[in-house]
């Protein structure tokens, strides 16, 4: 069974920065793919970004230039560095775990909020 426990979230003022942490326990592949998305309310989760094991990213066009995730595979630990957050940044942000022929790991969830 894997586990992924999240930390970083919090407030913070417009333009500020936040570095998202997620760190994945349990059985796992070397070959996954982790990533994140956001759910702003009474919206749909929507996806931010993606890693996969090989390090190729892909983000949400919306954040592009602002956010950047990365990983250590040793720690089993993925990143979402943000900057220049925007107040429609604010939302419930997970992360995810894919494995081959595995179902979907989900954290649960980490606040952010950009408020002045």
């Known amino acids: 069974q894997v586990q992924l426990v999240e930390s970083g979230g919090g407030l913070v003022q417009p333009g500020g920065s936040l570095r998202l942490s997620c760190a994945a326990s349990?059985?796992?592949?070397?070959?996954?793919?982790m990533g994140w998305y956001w759910q702003a309310p009474e919206k749909q989760r929507e996806l931010v970004a993606t890693?996969?094991?090989?390090?190729?990213?892909n983000y949400e066009n919306s954040v592009k230039g602002r956010f950047t995730i990365s990983r250590d595979n040793a720690k089993n630990t993925v990143y979402l560095q943000m900057n220049s957050l925007k107040p429609e940044d604010t939302a419930v942000y997970y992360c995810?775990?894919?494995?081959?022929?595995?179902?979907?790991?989900w954290g649960q969830g980490t606040q952010v909020t950009v408020s002045s």
């Open positions: 995810f775990l894919d494995q081959p022929r595995r179902t979907r790991t």
């Open positions: 349990g059985s796992i592949s070397s070959i996954y793919t």
């Open positions: 890693i996969t094991s090989g390090g190729s990213t």
